[in-house]
């Protein structure tokens, strides 16, 4: 299984960007479609965003379609989301999951490999 790491959230204002990062290590990260996760307290994780293992397409939830875009760079082994535009209803763990399968998915099941999480905060 692909280990994964996740970093860049933080506390920003209403409008604000933020650009989140995932790292992943001891797998082959080309072999994964990779996707961002978000949970609210006391709910479940909600999809965001996927992008295909070969990069070629991209998948992202109504609420963030046009402000959010996710990409990658296999040679770094590295899965990025980048965040504009940002909403107080924003303000979520933002989880980086990786899946072994061709294609897009949003259901939260087909990622076994999961990122520890990083928070996001945004502030009206």
């Known amino acids: 299984q692909v280990q994964l790491v996740e970093s860049g959230g933080g506390e920003v204002q209403t409008g604000d960007s933020l650009t989140l990062s995932c790292v992943a290590s001891g797998g082959t990260f080309s072999s994964y479609a990779m996707s961002w996760f978000r949970q609210f307290p006391g709910k479940d994780r909600e999809h965001v965003a996927t992008?295909?293992?070969?990069?070629?397409?991209?998948y992202y939830a109504d609420s963030v379609k046009g402000r959010f875009a996710i990409s990658r760079n296999n040679a770094k082994s590295t899965s990025y989301l980048q965040m504009n535009s940002l909403k107080p209803e924003d303000t979520a763990v933002y989880y980086c999951?990786?899946?072994?399968?061709?294609?897009?998915?949003?259901?939260?099941?087909?990622?076994?490999?999961w990122g520890q999480g990083t928070q996001v905060t945004v502030s009206s």
């Open positions: 999951g990786a899946g072994l399968f061709w294609g897009l998915s949003n259901v939260a099941a087909d990622f076994r490999s």
């Open positions: 992008i295909s293992r070969n990069d070629d397409s991209t």
